[in-house]
Structures are given as structure tokens and as C-alpha cells.
């Protein structure tokens, strides 16, 4: 039988204030920097061999739903000040929901 169990989260603050992934001393602004440089899941792998696909597949989706959060501790990093996170950076962002796909998305839904 499939047994379903809770994900741990991907990332970890460290008591130095810096955001790593989890069982590595990989910085999340690495990952962060060259998913937003466009590059694939499987490039990053490539470069941080130390981290599994599945590491990086699952802080980028870490990062996709705390986008706010994440990019407000980006920020602050950037800034050279402490850095932390804002209260509800822990909570996903809420989705809209909206039926119909944005302008240039393509529809999920099926047709006739």
C-alpha cells in the first residue's frame, strides 16, 4: 500500500540567519539565482552536485509557493542586513481563482 507522508521543508535558517538546503551548505540564493538566470532543474544539479534532483525540484517548489517570503529575504541578504523572514512567509501564496487562464497561458481544460 502507498503510504503517503509529510515532506519535510526543503530549506533550513541556519542560526547565522542564512537560508541553506536542507542536509547540504547550499545557500538558497545559489538555487534561487540560477533558477531565475532561467536555468533547468537538472543544469543546477549539474553545478551544485551535492544537492539530488529531487532536492532541487522540491525547493523550487518551495520557492514558487513563498515567493514573497523568499524574495523579501533576498532582499534583506542583498542589503548586507540581518536577514530574516517576514511572519507569513511560511504560508503559501493564495492562487487565484480565476477559471480562465491568463493572457498567453494556455488552457488546462478539456474541450468536447
Known amino acids: 500500500m502507498l503510504r503517503f507522508e509529510p515532506i519535510p521543508c526543503p530549506v533550513i535558517l ?3 540567519g542564512v537560508i541553506r538546503v536542507r542536509g547540504s551548505g547550499v545557500v538558497l540564493e545559489l538555487v534561487v539565482g540560477a ?3 532561467g536555468a533547468t532543474a537538472e543544469q543546477i544539479a549539474h ?3 551535492s544537492l539530488s534532483l529531487a532536492q ?3 525547493v523550487i517548489s518551495y520557492v514558487l509557493s513563498h515567493r514573497a517570503g523568499v ?4 532582499r534583506q541578504r542583498a542589503r548586507g542586513g540581518p536577514a ?5 512567509a511560511m504560508r503559501p501564496q493564495q492562487r487565484s481563482t480565476s477559471s480562465s487562464p491568463r493572457s498567453g497561458e ?5 474541450r468536447g
Open 14 to 16: 541556519g542560526a547565522d
Open 35 to 37: 533558477l531565475d538566470g
Open 47 to 49: 553545478h551544485c552536485p
Open 56 to 58: 532541487i525540484h522540491s
Open 71 to 74: 524574495d523579501h529575504y533576498l
Open 84 to 88: 530574516s523572514l517576514p511572519p507569513d
Open 106 to 110: 494556455p488552457s488546462l481544460t478539456r
